[in-house]
Nanobody
Framework: QVQLVESGGGLVQPGGSLRLSCAASGSIFSIKDMGWYRQAPGKQRELVAR???????DYSDSVKGRFTISRDNAKNTVYLQMNRLQPEDTAVYYCKANIMTYYYDDYWGQGTQVTVSS
């Protein structure tokens, strides 16, 4: 059994910052890629940022220079530091991890709401 639990969402004013965390737990042998996705009302889920086990990172164009993804392999945790938040960043944010138990498979968190509004 593997669980991904996100935290850190909330309401913030435009220009503000939030830090999301996602901790994986359970029968984990190793974790490859970890990432953050988001889904706004009426839109498809999209990639925000991802990070490999070697800490190589990739960002969507809309968040480059504002968001930073990082991970703590000892804690099986991935973070998303979000700065200069804008109303269009409002969405439910999901973490995803490629985790090996007996074999590699993708696991998703339950989602955390981020609302950017004045």
């Amino acid at each position: 059994q593997v669980q991904l639990v996100e935290s850190g969402g909330g309401l913030v004013q435009p220009g503000g910052s939030l830090r999301l965390s996602c901790a994986a737990s359970g029968s984990i042998f190793s974790i490859k890629d970890m990432g953050w996705y988001r889904q706004a009302p009426g839109k498809q889920r999209e990639l925000v940022a991802r990070i490999t086990s070697g800490s190589n990172t990739d960002y969507s164009d809309s968040v480059k220079g504002r968001f930073t993804i990082s991970r703590d392999n000892a804690k099986n945790t991935v973070y998303l530091q979000m700065n200069r938040l804008q109303p269009e960043d409002t969405a439910v944010y999901y973490c995803k991890a490629n985790i090996m138990t007996y074999y590699y498979d993708d696991y998703w968190g339950q989602g955390t709401q981020v609302t950017v509004s004045s």
